[in-house]
């Protein structure tokens, strides 16, 4: 190839490249536009996350949501924790195990097991999202936390393992949800989450179980995504079923991701 076959080519790989962006860039002002309309048109909460008691006060309620990945690969009788959150001043998490052929589930309040005498009476319930984004309850709880007593309280045999990977893995994770209300508490003081988000798609949304509202940052569990392939596995097939607010800081996330990786791969190319 001569010097000027290569100039030619290299003229035509660089028009093809500027047509490539250009689409992309128009691609991008689309979605961004689609975002803007999917958050007119989200209802959530603008206030701070604050848990409150519901208004019948019948009780405090949250929610706790984690993404678990290559549930296929998992160990057996080996636990894999959630995220530690913090509501009302103590903090929360759960555990799954496989055991048995079987999946397993624990509910921790983390509370410092202090001289100090404490209780929290509890009532939960524990759901897994199927892949149209539905929720389905597997299991309800009751439990009486308190300083004296360590450990976790659910069951070892919530759900077959068969089961579960049929009907509630979807290429490879599964999403568990802990709907969790509090009966009563003593010897625990009470303080405002000082979390606040200025923007209404990072507030909370207050979902309604029967006579019981729970206050919940619904996009929590989108931090733990670090690359597409990460959003690749939350999607699901129908995403017209999933929540407006979570498609959103989806799409913003792969915008975020795409440009991040050019940026290297444009370091690189100058390196």
Not at 135 to 145: A, L, N, Q, T
Not at 172 to 180: F, P, R, Y
Request: aromatic share 10%; with cysteine.
């Amino acid at each position: 190839m001569t010097d000027t076959d290569t100039e030619q080519f290299r003229s035509e790989l660089l028009e093809k490249i500027q047509s490539l962006e250009a689409k992309q860039n128009e691609n991008v002002d689309k979605i961004l536009e689609k975002l803007e309309s999917l958050e007119k048109t989200t209802d959530v909460n603008n206030n701070s996350i604050e848990l409150k008691k519901s208004e019948n006060n019948s009780g405090k309620g949250f929610m706790l949501t984690h993404v678990f990945k290559n549930i296929p690969e998992i160990e057996e009788n080996k636990d894999y924790n959630s995220d530690t959150e913090e509501y009302f001043n103590v903090p929360w998490k759960f555990s799954i195990t496989k055991q048995d052929k079987r999946i397993g589930f624990l509910l921790f309040c983390e509370k410092s097991k202090s001289t100090e005498n404490w209780l929290i009476d509890t009532e939960y319930e524990l759901k897994f999202r199927i892949p149209s984004g539905r929720s389905v309850e597997i299991r309800k709880f009751e439990r009486r936390f308190e300083n004296s007593v360590d450990g976790g309280w659910g069951s070892k045999e919530c759900m077959e393992w068969d089961q579960l990977e049929k009907e509630f893995i979807h290429d490879g994770s599964l999403i568990v949800e802990v709907s969790v209300k509090i009966k009563k508490m003593d010897g625990t003081y009470q303080k405002t989450s000082k979390r606040s988000f200025s923007e209404p798609k990072f507030s909370d949304a207050v979902l309604i179980s029967g006579d019981q509202k729970f206050y919940v940052p619904k996009l929590h569990c989108l931090d733990s995504l670090k690359t597409v392939k990460d959003i690749e596995s939350v999607l699901f097939s129908d995403i017209l079923q999933m929540d407006p607010a979570i498609v959103a800081a989806l799409f913003s996330k792969c915008i975020f991701f795409y440009n991040k990786e050019k940026e290297e791969q444009q370091k690189q190319q100058v390196a």
